[in-house]
């Protein structure tokens, strides 16, 4: 058997990660014609992957902001005793869209120590900021198997959307990072910051579909063709809402927890 086809067999036929935690999402609305042309284009590429036979599920179009952080310490903090999750949730997007429309002094970290949101997200203090457009720059295939990441790949190809990061998407970021509990990527406690994917930086994208590993020819191929045919998947995206999500489970057990325009 040649090497090739050993290796072919050892990627993954569907895609079965488990993923955990809560995660935070930035959302486009569904009704212009270009957030309508991306969800189109993702219910296609899971067509072409298997659909949810293989663990390809759609899913809401999104900007990830946080990922992976742990929904028992939302409790802890103050004011949130006794709350629903739907309730705390809500809560604290909404002090998310304050702080981002409405300057706010720094608020103090768990040891006390006053965190000043950045000079940039301050600019604008007291006037009222739109929400930050989504702005696709290019098409971009990752694959991304189960050892990457000191093993928290998750074993399955990504076509995605790299985004520009724009000083109202990095603040908006910067916002929530200091709102809720770190997440996989920032928490130092839990990790040497050169550990953290990406060394904590915020890279925005659009995933377009997670697709079993045996894809990755045919589905690379395809994103390569999108870059010459698909212009229109490039186009702003407005944005309408920050959500909290429960990222646990398979795709399928992904389920909202509470969302807020912004």
Known sequence: MEPE??????KSSQFTHVFSGWSI?????SESDSAKNVTAEMKTMADKCGGEGNGVYFFAPHCTLLYNFNASRLVELDGNEGLSDREIGKKMLQE?????????EGRSDDDGDETIIDNEMQAG???NTSPPNL????FHFFPYPKEADNGKGFGCVIPLLLLQNTPNLQRIHDIVTNVFPPDE?????QSKQADLPNGGRFIPHMALCYAPEVYEEEL???????KETRMDLLQPLEVGFLSVWST????KDWKLIERVCL
């Not at 086809?5 to 050892?10: L, V």
């Not at 702005?135 to 290019?138: A, G, N, R, W």
């Not at 990527?185 to 406690?189: G, M, V």
């Open 5 to 10: 086809q050993t290796q072919q067999q050892q």
């Open 25 to 29: 999402w930035i959302e486009p609305t």
């Open 96 to 104: 998310c869209r304050h702080l981002y429309h409405h300057h706010r």
């Open 125 to 127: 203090a007291n006037k």
């Open 135 to 138: 702005i696709p720059t290019s």
């Open 185 to 189: 990527r920032h928490d130092k406690e």
């Open 220 to 226: 690379g191929r395809y994103t390569r063709e999108l």
């Open 248 to 251: 646990e489970g398979q795709l």
